[in-house]
Each structure stands twice: as C-alpha cells, then as structure tokens.
C-alpha cells in the first residue's frame, strides 16, 4: 500500500494513542481505538489483535464499515470490530472511536448513578452518560459486541453525544480527531474516579449545563487539545512529537 504523508502521520497518532490510553490506564491488555481512513469514509485503521501498549505502525490493519479486512494476510483480529464500524457507520462526525474496560467507570454501568462531569476538564463527555446494556435487546451473552446487530445497537446508546457506558463491561467513546477521542477517554475515567470519592462526602455539586458547554467549547480547540496531546505522548515515550 503506498500512503500519502497525510494517512502516514494518521497512523503514526494511531499509534501513539495506543500507548497513551495503555500509559494512562484507560485500556489494559485489553480494548482498543481506532481512527476512520482520513481519505476513505468507508474504511477505518485499527490495530492486529494486541494488547495496546505493545502496538506498532505495521499491526495497523485496514477494516470496511462491515469490519471485514481489506486485507488480513492471517492476521488474528479483534472480536469488537462492530464497536468501531457501527459507529463510524452512524456517525459522520466521528473519526476515532476507543473502546475500553476502564475500572472507575464499572460501577456507574452497574448501578445507575448517573455518570456526569463534576472536573471541568471531563465536560466533553457531556451532561449525563447514557448507559447502554447488551441484555436489553440480546439476551444473556458473552457481553462482547461481535455482531453489527450489537454494534448498531451500541451506536444507537451513544446517540448524539460521545460516550456510552456498557453495563458490566466499560465503555466506548468517540471523537472528531483522535486527540479528541483520547482527551474524552482519559478525562471520562478521571471524572469517574473523583465522583466516586465525593459521593463519599456528601451531595456533589456537578457542572452546570451552561458550563459544560462553554467547557467544553474551549477544552475541544487546538490550544487545550494540542497541549494535552504532546503531554500524554511525552509521558508514552513520544517525546519531540
Ligand atoms: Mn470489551
């Protein structure tokens, strides 16, 4: 495949994100980001089956929107692939999806405590995360998302915004850019952790909508998302990024 510079440093963040959410803890040996082909809608970028912190530009595979590789070469792949196609598939906006099993965030899918951002820095996920559970519509399963009929369904629980929990399971998430994709994520689970502890204190006093717009507005522009990202990469081992 010849690529052009401009898919070439796509890629090279691909990479890089992998390790960033593995460095931040977000994703363990397990879940995953991908990023939508950024000169082909129909297809998206997304790693060989591989725990994150140990991918490499060449375990980047090239999947269509029905997560069928375009060319495996037997390569084993993740099973989730529907996470990533589905969204992309309902969601012209979204150019990297990262699906994860981020401890803080498993006992707001468990419970119903209403997950909404109480640091100014999480608002990008929104006034209240929706939840979305696999039994509502399949039954008892392994609560993978294997199939596009699941994958569909988890893009109709993400709706509008960016983030859905999934009950028993983690989350997945999604953004314009991939910085963005990997801001949300990080913060999300941030979030999470700091309104678990002040519940512990006593009433939380969250966001206001209006806040969390203006917050928002400004933590998605350049300044915040480009300082962010050359921290998280310096801290991966991609310093001079
Ligand atoms: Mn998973």
């Known amino acids: 495949m010849t690529q052009t510079v401009e898919l070439r440093a796509a890629l090279r963040d691909l990479v890089i ?19 939508r082909h950024p ?4 297809r ?11 991918v490499t530009i060449d375990d980047l595979m090239e999947f269509a929107l029905d997560n069928e590789p375009i060319d495996q070469r037997g ?7 529907p996470i990533h196609g589905s969204l992309y598939a309902a969601r012209s906006d ?24 109480i640091i100014h820095m999480a608002a990008m996920i929104g006034a209240e995360v929706p939840i979305w559970d696999i039994r509502d519509e399949f039954g008892d399963t392994n609560l993978l998302v294997t199939t596009r009929e699941q994958g569909n369904s988890l893009a109709r629980g993400v709706g509008a915004g960016r983030v859905a929990l999934m009950r028993g399971h983690g989350a997945t998430v999604g953004g314009r850019t991939v910085r963005e994709t990997v801001f949300t994520a990080i913060y999300l689970q941030v979030n999470a952790g700091l309104l678990l502890q002040a519940r512990n204190l006593g009433e939380v006093k969250g966001l206001s909508p209006g806040e969390i717009k203006l917050t928002a507005d400004a933590l998605s522009g350049a300044l915040s998302q480009d300082r962010a990202w050359e921290y998280w990469s310096s801290r991966a081992g ?4």
């Open 17 to 35: 994100a992998n390790r960033i959410l593995a460095r931040e803890g977000v994703i363990d040996g397990f879940g995953h980001i991908s990023i």
């Open 39 to 42: 000169g082909d809608p129909k």
């Open 44 to 54: 998206y970028f997304l790693s060989r089956s591989r725990s994150p912190e140990l």
């Open 75 to 81: 390569r084993a792949m993740y099973a989730e692939r």
């Open 94 to 117: 979204i150019n990297s999806v990262c699906h994860n099993h981020a401890h803080s965030l498993i006992p707001f899918g468990v419970t119903g405590t209403k997950l909404r951002p």
């Open 238 to 241: 991609f310093s001079g990024v």
